[in-house]
């Protein structure tokens, strides 16, 4: 198997030899024009308007760094009462600390991967051991390189991840690898792109090595950015209404509050802006919101298992119930037995039907136990269920590209009269969606688009 890694470790099933040619570019997420934007960041701003950022994640925290590092007014509302969105961390259920949402930093060609080297952040390579749950039984490789479809470069058809696995001979063995493949980038095989999947696998460019942290992904972006901008962040703001039709742009809450600015970036997940829990007003433009809703965004889940003893391998990929578990132990600095069960798309949304996250568990022991002779269970100490469908102001896990969805997330992201910027995981348009480095990128980008606006 390619020693590459997809979503979960992200390249896993990649082909190295593909991933040769597109990989070691210049900087993460900047053609030579956004290069040459790049120095509007150094340049004077007399700016006296003022911008709210909606969503503290990874993309509002950085656009807000930014913005203070230009002394230009801005607010972070964010809708929970903590920030940091898909990244957070767990204390306590371990002896080490664990990541809640984003952990492995994919690649350090990146904002990430500069910052966790310049920091000197503890973070470990993780070449983890592979083996494969396939027809029934614990393998070590499996008996046909699925790899190999990411090498296919001409004539790719738009359609379903699963069709085309079917089509290159990757039939109903093959069922839950795929599944686990597709569960990678967040969705069930059949509804992600498989020519979008690897087109964007082709323009990855950050880098093909997935490291951990010792402590957690959330501590990086907590010391980098958050201790300079801490107190222009509010928490437990819902927004609920956008209103740009006037030059003072008004944002209410769900208290009621209202709070004027001259510019809103908008860093909120996909489900979100899908689900018209903001209200716009005017509306916004149909093409935005088609643009929205060809976006995918499905149920995602971490379930921590704590166990006695260290029965299973490092990473297990392709169960019914779950298509990856993983050892949580590896680059930190602590004894617990910790195995992840890093569930996505179909097989996260049969876990939410289940009713409670008892239920939940007792499923994953079930397969473990299948696997491993019935080990599971005897060994079992608890869990931690974090189930990111159910957060009322995440929704799932994060965006895929779907059957047909075209040039949506350009569309998307494009600003509304230099008032409204979008950032965001999903607007992401280097192929580093689902990322917490895209999302940087994003906050990033637009903080560009707002000092171009007001120049
Ligand atoms: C289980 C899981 C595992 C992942 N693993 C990895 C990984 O290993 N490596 C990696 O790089 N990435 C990973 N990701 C993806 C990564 O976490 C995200 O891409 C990134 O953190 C998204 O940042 P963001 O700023 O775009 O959005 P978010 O972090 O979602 O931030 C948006 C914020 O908006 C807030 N909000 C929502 N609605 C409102 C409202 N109405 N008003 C105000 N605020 C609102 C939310 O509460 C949230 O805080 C993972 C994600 C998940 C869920």
Redesign the pocket.
Known sequence: MSQSRSQ?KRRRFLNNSLWGAFGGMLIPGLSLSACEEESLLDEEVNYDGKVLI???????LYAGYLLKSKNIDFQI????GR?????GKLNGFADYPLDL??????GKNSIAGEWASQMKAKITLDDSDEYFWFNSQIKETLPKDIGKIFTREHDLPDISFKEFAIGEGFGNDFKDIVEAIAGDSGAAASRISAYWKIKEEENWNSGDDDYKFQET?FDLINDQIVGDIKDHILLN???KGIDYSGTEILVTDQLNNTYSADKILI???IT?LKSN??QFNPTLPTDRTTAFSKIGMDA?M?VFLKFSDQFYHQNIIGGQICGAYADESIGKAGDDHILLAFIMGSQAEYLNSLETNDLIVKALLGELDSMYNGLASPSYIGSHVEN?TKNP??QG??SYSTVGMGNARHIAAQSIDDKIFFG??AMNLNGHH??????LETGHREVLNILKSIK
């Open positions: 979960m909606i969503g503290a994640g990874a993309a509002g509302l964010e809708a929970s920030y940091g969105g898909r990244l949402g984003a952990q492995w930093l994919h992904y703001r819902v927004v860093t909120v997940p979100i829990a903001i995602g971490k990111w102001f995440i896990a994060y965001g995981e689902q990322t917490v480095h895209g999302a």
